[in-house]
T-cell receptor, first 113, second 114 residues
Framework: QKEVEQDPGPLSVPEGAIVSLNCTYS??????FMWYRQYSRKGPELLMY????GNKEDGRFTAQVDKSSKYISLFIRDSQPSDSATYLC?????????????FGAGTQVVVTP | IAGITQAPTSQILAAGRRMTLRCTQD?????MYWYRQDLGLGLRLIHY???????GKGEVPDGYSVSRANTDDFPLTLASAVPSQTSVYFC?????????????FGSGTRLTVV
């Protein structure tokens, strides 16, 4: 079983709706959490970084970490067609070296005008 | 434009052939990584280098080798390609211990081994 699970989608939402994405994980030692956005035929780009637990907000994006449930979420408010992409979560424990982030398989999001 | 340059962008390779995927960064990042991305499996780490002159094995290193002669370049070599190495390969870099900056990824190399 993979340490990081992510629903592959596709998740289709109308423009203006809230997009809700999540990842579950099994390693309780994970402390560093990231969300990446990947457009088709491009490399991933960092969206959000969170250390340990709690919420973080950046513009239309909110990242949440619930360590008790081993669950992280990304919310996109007022979604736009330009938000159509694949979203990947990534995480690692404090004991892992910086190259050892575990990535989810990614959730494809489609925002329809 | 600062970032990572990967070459080639795509390649069709006969099984058994040797190939080197090139990766160059101009951000002076200490750490560099090679990932492969396969549908349903996500990104998997092949090899990494925390600083010039050092390399380490990731999750799926078999059939691949790397070198890090200087800070900027991190080539990935397939010694004898097999069809299971058909994938999209991403090179990435980071400042090492500064997790808040995350990884910077290249645009990828699409490799098909036939």
């Amino acid at each position: 079983q993979k340490e990081v699970e992510q629903d592959p989608g596709p998740l289709s939402v109308p423009e203006g709706a809230i997009v809700s994405l999540n990842c579950t994980y099994s390693n309780s030692a994970f402390q560093y959490f990231m969300w990446y956005r990947q457009y088709s035929r491009k490399g991933p780009e960092l969206l959000m970084y969170t250390y340990s637990s709690g919420n973080k907000e950046d513009g239309r994006f909110t990242a949440q970490v619930d360590k008790s449930s081993k669950y992280i979420s990304l919310f996109i408010r007022d979604s736009q067609p330009s938000d159509s992409a694949t979203y990947l979560c990534a995480m690692k424990s404090w004991t892992d070296s910086w190259g050892k982030f575990q990535f989810g398989a990614g959730t494809q999001v489609v925002v329809t005008p | 434009i600062a970032g990572i340059t990967q070459a080639p962008t795509s390649q069709i390779l006969a099984a058994g052939r040797r190939m080197t995927l090139r990766c160059t960064q101009d951000m002076r990042h200490n750490a560099m990584y090679w990932y492969r991305q396969d549908l349903g499996l996500g990104l998997r780490l092949i090899h990494y280098s925390n600083t010039a002159g050092t390399t380490g094995k990731g999750e799926v290193p078999d059939g691949y080798s790397v070198s890090r002669a200087n800070t900027d370049d991190f080539p990935l070599t397939l010694a004898s390609a097999v069809p299971s190495q058909t994938s999209v390969y991403f090179c990435a870099s980071s400042r090492g211990g500064e997790a808040s900056y995350g990884y910077t990824f290249g645009s990828g190399t699409r490799l098909t081994v036939v």
